[in-house]
Structure formats: structure tokens, C-alpha cells
């Protein structure tokens, strides 16, 4: 049987093309617009989970240095606080290495004093001092000099810490915000969604 | 029929691959940031908090140990692995996420009473479930670590061992899998130091009933390392003593408290109606301040130099240090010249002297245990002088009776003279300490009692240096106490506190 051959029918009509560029555009638009969007939103979930993330560094980090401080004193704006800290590990330069280079990085024995309100359990002749900080956009931590930046992030982090005194010990509230790049129909997302809340009591005696 | 079809068919496949590919890439990128962020936040935070929780559990099971010191000595760490004053905990796995714990305890020092402190070294490791392979959240700048500096996580090796060596002393440093392997996991290690707890923190402390003292008695203070004891620092605010002269405190753990003369001090009651309307207290007046005081056992005598003679207080009875290689041995707190009295007679003589080397008098250091009592009747006069540079402690079973002029103590410090009346092992038992008056006016004591199941009496008008635990206790004199301030950490340990805490943040 012989081919039947349409060659006379394969072209597209102008109205055909024209429909079907319409089409293709508002495809192409629909496609555009959907991903762009999606990948919006997927920037903004992910640089929000970020930052939580970082929010949660940072009360783990004060958690941490507020669990083993001996005392903690926070600024009049909340922003700085201040930890003062057994100096549990030998560093170099401390005493106790340079008499024993061996020593430095080693857990140092403690030393007991009797005071008036008790007796005090000391690691080495002074303690550590800790300081959180803001700068900019970072959150920084420092220890006897040695700055570290725990958080970074363009949302506008701002950690809030309270300390309150009680007769032997003391805790520190802190409350951590940011704000997100969210917006719903022109409206900013608030910063207090984002509040992350922590108290940490200390472990010693409060001293001071 | 046949259809020819055009060559356009190849070019739809490969699109439609190459459309699946480009999203399956997007989407295991999404999958990517999802699974590293829920790993962070639910299984690596959670890790590295609950291995906090764990090492700190290790620390209270190791707490409890060392309170069996002093309460259960027979069975303190059993079932440790014990090597010298170093004890090593078993592997404890708890809890539903199977945290793992463990402790190393050293009695690291021995203070100036003779009691040791304690040192906890405990860790506490939490499995972290999860895909390992995402790593950790370190995204925060250039150049800048985030989660990784604070959450030590050990993939592959344990960066303790490696670093520090399993002791954390720079020894035996090695490249291990860590505990939990073929699981990542987060190790976080605590330092815990508990103190003895010393009986004599109060002038007077009675577990029951108290009455007394007289209507012209006086309880006050003075610290004996400041100065020595004056009666009239106490109304001189300006003097610097003053602080030490008003510390004559008062603890009673029951409601039945009758208050009589002044209180330079606080006064503790445990549901009592005492106010300052009925009591002369010079300081805070607390209702509501219970305690509760453990029987006495006889501690360990493990570390003690026991010397065999005497054996009993008959008649004069002179106690002289032993000759350890022609020298006599005064002995330490923690290790004392130990002996065992069969029986103490009633007025029996007891001579204790410290050892003399060079013509200079060591500090001597004395343990007696008695067994029965020591004067059981109002007609008993036992007799026991402590010369100065002697600390002496005696243990008795029994009950303790005598005149207070027949206490004597050279040094004038209470803290070198202390008396301890061990629980009796029944209950019904009835153990006492009576003192009566004799000697005048000015006759009294300086001495320390811990009796905390014996009925403490005090009759007449002595005048008083020291402190006294009891169950309950009656004096109907004008009796004059002096607590001594130093004495808050003299005697034997009672209870240990946890005094110090820090975590190595390696």
C-alpha cells in the first residue's frame, strides 16, 4: 500500500501560533512566577530556621557559662552580660605553666579558702570573666580578651538578659528576638513571634 | 495501514528527563537544608543537652556515694572499682534515649579537722540519631563557625581522647571511635567538689524539745582565730569583732521551744510560736526552719594509727603518744592515735599529752573510742584534761555524766576537745549527757558535744565555750555560752554539700 503523505498540512496557522504562544507565555509567566515565589519562600523559611537556629547558640552558650558562673551582672540596656567564671583549664602564660610548660590545656586542682560566708572552692588565683556583646549584627562572646562571634544574621538578633539575685544564688532571664523578612500582604512579620525564652540558674554559690 | 511518525518523540524524553532532574535537584537541595536544620535543631540540640543531664545524673549517683561516707561507711562504692582514695563508677545507661554516664571520684584533700573532700569528675554522653553525613549547621559567615565550636559532636573519633586523652591531661592521646559508635554522639564532662558538712554551725542545736537556758543566761559569739572571747564586743557595734559577737544561734526542729534569757543570734524553730515579744533574740526569729539530724555511727577508722594500750580508764590514766623509731608519733587530722577504752570507770582520771619533740610540744592529734558510758551517776566524777597542742575526739556508746569543772581544756578551744555519743542501735535506748555544777561560779568548759540521739542537761550555772548537738535539751541555770565561730568547720564530717560545680568545656 502506498504512504499517505500530509505535507501539505504539518504548518501551523497564524491563529494557531498566536493561541499557542499565548499559552506558552502565560505557561512560561505561571512558571516563572511559582518558582521565583517558591524560592522566596524557601529563602525566607530557610534564613528563618537560621536564625532560630542561632537564637538557640546563643541561650546554649549563656546557659552554659551561667550554669557554671559564680556570678552574672547585666547591663542597664540588658544587652551586655558578664559572667565571671571558675578558670578551670591551664592556659598558657598562667602560672602553673610556666613552672610546667606540660600543663597548659590540663584541668587545674583546686584551692579552698574559708570565708565569712563559707568556704570558697577556687580554680587558680583569678577567674575567667565572659562577655556577651552585640556588635552590629553579631552577637560576640569573650573570654579574658579572646573574642568569638556565636551568631551573625542581617535579621536584627537582639538577646535581652535579666539576672535576678536570690540569698545564695542567682538567674538569668534571657529572651532572644529577630526580625524576619516575612511579609502577608504588605505587613512586616512582628518580632515577637520569634521569642526564644531561657533561664539558667547558677550551679555555685553565688559569689558578689 | 502504517503510520509514519515524526522524529519529534526523542526530544519530549529527553525534556521530560531533563525537567525531573532539575527538580529532583531543587528538591534534594530542599531535602538537603531541611534534614541539616532538623538535625540541628531536634537532634543535636536535644544531644547535646541531655548528655548535660546525663553527666549530671552520674554526679548525683556519685553524690550519693560519698554522703554513704558518713551515713552507711560499711557500704560507701560498693561495687566501684576502688583503687586508693580513687573510685571509678560503673557504666550507668538510663532513660529512653539510653543516656550513658560515668564518674571517677578522688578524695583529693584532707582538711585541718581531718575529713576529706571529694572530688566528682563525671560525663554524661547522648547518642545523636539521625544522618550523620549532613554534618553540622556551621552556616553563619565567612570565616566564622557557628554550631561547631560550642557542640563538640563526635562523628568519627572521640575529639576528647584525641585531643586531650581520656583523662583530659594531654596522656594517652589516640584516635578512637567514640563510645557510641557506629552513632555519632555529644560527651559533655562536670567537676563537682563536695565539702564536709561540720555539726557545730549553730551554739545550740536540738533535734526535739529545748528549754533554757535561765532567765540571766546569755548565748553570744566570738571568733577565736580574730581575737579572744570578750563579753562586751557584743553591745559595741563600732568594735570589729562585733560582727563575730552576735552568732550565738539557736536551731530547734520542733515547736516545743521554751526561750529563756538572751539570745545574742538567730533562733530557728520548726513550727514554734516564739517571737521577739517572747524572747530576747537579738537577730532573726524563724518558725518555720526544719532540719533533720542523721543518727551517729562510728566512722571508718581505715586511715587511723590504731595503738593498743590503754585499754581502759581506771583510776589515773595517762595516755603518752607511741614511739614510732624513738620518736613520738603526734599523728594527723586525717590519720590520729586511735584506742579503744573497754570501759571508762566512773571517776576514772584521764590524762591525755601531746608529743614532745625537742622540748616543743607537737601539735598531737587523739582518738578515743568508749565503749558504755562515761560517769553514769549523779555521784560520777570522771575526769578528762586535754593539755594544750592535744586535739582530742572521744567516741562513746554509753551515757556521759561528770561535773563541768572535770572538763578541762587547756587551750581555752573548744574545737580541741569534742565529744561524740554514737546512736544507740536501738531506738527504745535512752542515751544521756548530764553536767552539774561544781567548782564555783566561774567553773566551766570549753568543749564540743555531738550527740544527736541523747538528751543534753546542764544543770547550774557554767560558763560555756563551745557548741552542742543534741535530741533534746534542758539547762535551768544561768548558764553563759560563748559559741565559738571557728568552730563552723571543726569536727567530723556530719553530711558532705556540694560546694563547687564547673563544667569542662573541651
Not at chain 2, 515524526?6 to 527538580?23: D, F, H, K
Request: glycine share 8%; aromatic share 8%.
Amino acid at each position: 500500500m502506498k504512504l499517505k503523505t500530509t505535507t501539505s498540512r504539518l504548518a501551523f496557522t497564524l491563529a494557531e501560533t498566536m493561541i499557542a504562544l499565548s499559552a506558552s507565555s502565560v505557561l512560561l509567566g505561571a512558571t516563572l512566577t511559582s518558582s521565583t515565589a517558591l524560592q522566596k519562600s524557601f529563602n525566607a523559611i530557610d534564613t528563618y530556621f537560621a536564625t532560630h537556629m542561632q537564637q538557640i547558640r546563643i541561650v546554649d552558650y549563656l546557659s552554659r557559662d551561667v550554669k557554671r558562673g559564680l556570678v552574672v551582672t547585666t547591663s542597664a540596656d540588658l544587652q551586655t552580660v558578664t559572667i565571671t567564671v571558675p578558670n578551670y583549664i591551664i592556659q598558657a602564660g598562667d602560672p602553673e605553666a610556666v613552672a610546667n610548660p606540660d600543663l597548659v590545656g590540663t584541668p587545674r586542682n583546686p584551692t579552698m579558702t574559708y570565708t565569712p560566708s563559707g568556704v570558697q572552692v577556687n580554680y587558680g588565683a583569678a577567674n575567667s570573666t565572659v562577655v556577651y556583646s552585640i556588635n552590629g549584627v553579631s552577637i560576640l562572646r569573650t573570654e579574658n580578651g579572646n573574642v568569638t562571634t556565636i551568631a551573625s544574621s542581617t535579621d536584627q538578633l537582639v538577646p535581652q538578659t535579666t539576672d535576678v539575685e536570690l540569698a545564695n544564688t542567682e538567674y538569668a532571664k534571657t529572651s532572644i528576638t529577630f526580625q524576619p523578612i516575612f511579609t502577608s500582604g504588605g505587613t512586616t512579620a512582628e518580632r515577637t513571634g520569634t521569642t526564644v525564652y531561657s533561664t539558667a540558674y547558677l550551679r555555685n554559690k553565688r559569689r558578689g | 495501514m502504517q503510520v509514519k511518525h515524526s522524529g519529534e518523540e526523542g526530544n519530549a524524553l529527553i525534556c521530560a528527563l531533563c525537567t525531573i532532574l532539575i527538580i529532583s535537584l531543587i528538591g534534594a537541595n530542599v531535602l538537603r537544608n531541611c534534614t541539616t536544620r532538623f538535625n540541628v535543631s531536634s537532634s543535636q540540640v536535644r544531644s547535646w543537652k541531655e548528655s548535660l543531664f546525663a553527666a549530671e545524673a552520674g554526679g548525683d549517683i556519685a553524690y550519693a556515694e560519698i554522703r554513704k561516707s558518713v551515713s552507711d561507711p560499711t557500704h560507701v562504692f560498693n561495687g566501684w572499682t576502688n583503687s586508693g582514695a580513687k573510685h571509678t563508677s560503673p557504666v550507668t545507661t538510663f532513660g529512653a534515649n539510653n543516656l550513658v554516664t560515668s564518674t571517677v571520684v578522688d578524695a583529693f584533700y584532707t582538711d585541718s579537722s581531718g575529713n576529706p573532700w571529694f572530688r566528682a569528675r563525671s560525663r554524661g554522653t547522648a547518642v545523636i540519631r539521625g544522618l550523620s553525613q549532613v554534618g553540622m549547621d556551621d552556616r553563619m559567615g565567612a570565616g566564622a563557625r557557628g554550631d561547631s565550636l560550642l557542640r563538640k559532636i563526635d562523628f568519627n573519633t572521640d575529639h576528647f581522647v584525641a585531643t586531650y586523652g581520656p583523662n583530659g591531661d594531654g596522656i594517652g592521646k589516640a584516635l578512637v571511635p567514640p563510645s557510641s559508635s557506629p552513632y555519632p554522639s555529644i560527651t559533655r564532662r562536670i567537676e563537682q567538689i563536695s565539702a564536709p558538712i561540720t555539726p557545730f554551725e549553730a551554739a545550740i542545736k536540738a533535734a526535739g524539745t529545748f528549754y533554757g537556758l535561765g532567765s540571766a543566761a546569755y548565748i553570744d559569739s566570738f571568733r577565736s582565730s580574730v581575737g579572744p572571747y570578750d563579753p562586751n564586743v557584743k553591745n559595741n557595734p563600732s568594735d570589729p569583732r562585733y560582727i563575730d559577737a552576735r552568732s550565738g544561734t539557736v536551731e530547734i526542729n520542733t515547736s516545743l521551744a521554751t526561750v529563756l534569757g538572751s539570745i545574742f543570734g538567730n533562733l530557728y524553730t520548726n513550727g514554734g510560736t516564739v517571737t521577739k515579744k517572747t524572747a530576747s533574740v537579738s537577730g532573726v526569729i524563724d518558725n518555720n526552719v526544719p532540719f533533720s539530724i542523721n543518727p551517729l555511727e562510728m566512722p571508718a577508722t581505715t586511715t587511723w594509727n590504731y595503738v593498743a594500750n590503754p585499754t581502759a580508764v581506771t583510776g589515773n590514766t595517762t595516755i603518752d603518744p607511741p614511739l614510732v623509731n624513738g620518736q613520738p608519733r603526734a599523728g594527723t587530722p586525717g590519720s590520729p592515735n586511735y584506742y579503744l577504752i573497754s570501759y571508762f570507770v566512773n571517776n576514772g582520771n584521764l590524762l591525755v599529752n601531746p608529743a614532745v619533740i625537742n622540748g616543743t610540744p607537737q601539735d598531737t592529734y587523739v582518738t578515743l573510742a568508749v565503749t558504755g558510758d562515761i560517769g553514769n551517776s549523779t555521784s560520777s566524777q570522771p575526769t578528762i584534761t586535754v593539755p594544750a597542742n592535744v586535739h582530742l575526739k572521744i567516741y562513746f556508746t554509753g551515757n556521759f555524766q561528770t561535773k563541768a569543772e572535770n572538763i578541762i581544756n587547756t587551750s581555752g578551744y573548744a574545737g580541741n576537745l569534742q565529744f561524740y555519743a554514737i546512736s544507740p542501735t536501738d531506738p527504745s535506748v535512752h542515751q544521756t549527757i548530764n553536767l552539774n555544777s561544781g567548782g564555783g561560779s566561774n567553773a566551766g568548759f570549753s568543749a564540743v558535744f555531738y550527740a544527736p540521739s541523747a538528751d543534753f542537761t546542764i544543770n547550774g550555772a557554767p560558763d560555756i565555750t563551745g557548741a552542742i548537738v543534741c535530741k533534746n535539751f534542758y539547762a535551768n541555770g544561768n548558764v553563759h555560752w560563748h559559741y565559738d565561730r571557728r568552730l563552723d568547720t571543726e569536727g567530723v564530717a556530719v553530711d558532705y554539700r556540694i560546694v563547687s560545680y564547673v563544667e569542662d568545656i573541651r
